[in-house]
């Protein structure tokens, strides 16, 4: 889950403050960046939310369009 720390510290958002705003702990959260436990959906979602961003760019999927 390096993607999520990227974002995180390309918005200048602590680990602490994210973790405060997501109601878990900032250890929690630390396991989520380095693959130690799977970040679920639900929290992904919150997460997004907060950072403004998309899904696909927390989980690093890359997506392709058709026309």
């Known amino acids: 889950m390096n993607r999520l720390r990227e974002i995180r510290l390309s918005r200048g958002i602590s680990q602490y403050a994210l973790a405060k705003e997501l109601g878990i702990s900032r250890q929690r959260l630390s396991n989520y960046e380095n693959g130690k436990r799977r970040l ?19 989980y690093g999927i890359e997506t392709t369009q058709t026309a």
């Open 40 to 58: 679920p959906v639900e929290l992904a979602i919150h997460i997004c939310r907060i950072l403004n961003v998309t899904l696909e760019e927390i």
